[in-house]
């Protein structure tokens, strides 16, 4: 997703200067090069556009957002053989309604209610400081990430969802949401936007407790789907067995940890669990830091350094011995990247990042991936 912070190109309604509409046009390329280790050495290019309306100040407290993208499809951890997916716009190629949402606030933005096409992610499990980095896992844990039939509603599969949001004070935030338990048409994966509720596939429930003291943020969450999944204990005899209680658990804390001036270091250290029952990964950590502003003193510039782990269940280990392979006990991902705005208009991320263990497949040496993400905004002035 392109992470440039455009205002967009706003107009008010004419008659109506309370009421507004920002449109947001963005393109982000990825080019990366598995240099070394993984299932193949070799070279990828991957692109995403993306296109956001937003409608605000419309009668009774409505808000509404539009977010639609294109991928081209191109794949690098097909290259690199890993888990955590080393690239966080990589998807297949389509055209997609990613949201389309209508959120109702009608005394002010610390109670609302949010319905229709939703990512999860946008307001879940959401980390500031994480989201300076390239790596899938950092944006959303890996525990949660790999959870359900598809994935829970997020890029770039998205379903309908309702959300609640209670802001307590400057300190307390309480938020949930419940969103369809299967956020993509397995028919038809690729159409255009998923509107489709089927009883059979359940729902999605995630509950999250945010509190700041001062510059710092700590935000615990619990997410549970209602449907019965296939236990991965029950599949190493041959034999499927259904059972309830698909869930887990995270928790992260960050905030500054050094300033002077307008640079600041930040860190990040996450946790997260999902029951190994059901999920290859049992529980995963996140830690990052990001100078701000480290070199160019440019608004937007930042270094950042991060290291993820994922250790997988003894279920899922045991059901890989069954099938005659093997699965190691954990994935570990190191990545270092720079943000430089060359222009308000351009950004330029040189990213690496070295992989240990990918796929926690027993026969792949470790890899070395480069990359150079390019941003643009493309929305008129």
């Known amino acids: 997703m392109s992470g440039i912070a455009a205002e967009g190109w706003s107009k008010s309604a004419e008659g109506d200067t309370a009421r507004s509409w920002n449109l947001t046009l963005g393109y982000t390329s990825d080019f990366w090069r598995n240099v070394e280790g993984g299932l193949a050495t070799g070279s990828a290019f991957i692109g995403n556009a993306e296109m956001i309306l937003v409608v605000e100040g419309s009668p009774g407290g409505f808000r509404s957002r539009i977010h639609a993208i294109y991928n081209n499809g191109k794949s690098f951890s097909e290259l690199v053989g890993d888990t955590h997916v080393v690239s966080n716009i990589e998807a297949d190629r389509a055209s997609r309604l990613l949201e389309a949402w209508m959120e109702y606030a009608p005394f002010s933005d610390d109670r609302s209610l949010k319905v229709g096409l939703y990512d999860l992610n946008t307001e879940f499990d959401a980390s500031e400081v994480g989201g300076a980095l390239i790596n899938s896992t950092f944006g959303i844990g890996l525990d949660a990430a790999q959870s359900g039939v598809v994935g829970p509603s997020i890029f770039p599969y998205t379903g309908l969802a309702l959300r609640g949001r209670w802001r307590f004070d400057e300190r307390w935030l309480l938020q949930g949401v419940v969103i369809d338990g299967v956020p993509n048409d397995l028919d038809s994966p690729r159409q255009f936007a998923s509107l489709r509720l089927d009883a059979d596939e359940g729902e999605l429930w995630v509950g999250e407790l945010e509190h700041r003291t001062g510059r710092w943020r700590t935000v615990v969450g619990h ?97 890989a011995s069954a099938d005659g392979d093997a699965l190691l006990r954990e994935e570990t991902v190191v990545e270092l990247t720079w943000r430089v705005p060359v222009t308000p208009r351009i950004v330029l991320q040189p990213d690496i990042q070295y992989i240990l263990n990918p796929g926690s497949a027993p026969g792949l040496d470790d890899a070395l991936a480069l990359g150079l993400r390019l941003e643009l905004d493309l929305t008129p002035h």
């Open 223 to 319: 997410w549970r789907y209602s449907a019965a999944f296939d236990t991965l204990d029950g599949l190493t005899d041959g034999t499927p067995r259904a059972a309830h209680n698909n869930s887990g658990a995270y928790g992260f804390v960050e905030g500054p940890v050094w300033q002077s001036g307008e640079r600041r270091l930040l860190a990040m250290l996450r946790v997260g669990v999902a029951e190994p029952r059901f999920n290859r990964v049992e529980s995963t950590l996140q830690a990052a830091l990001v100078l701000e502003r480290p070199w160019l003193n440019r608004e937007g510039e930042h270094v950042a350094f991060g290291v993820a782990y994922a250790r997988n269940g003894r279920p899922a280990q045991r059901l």
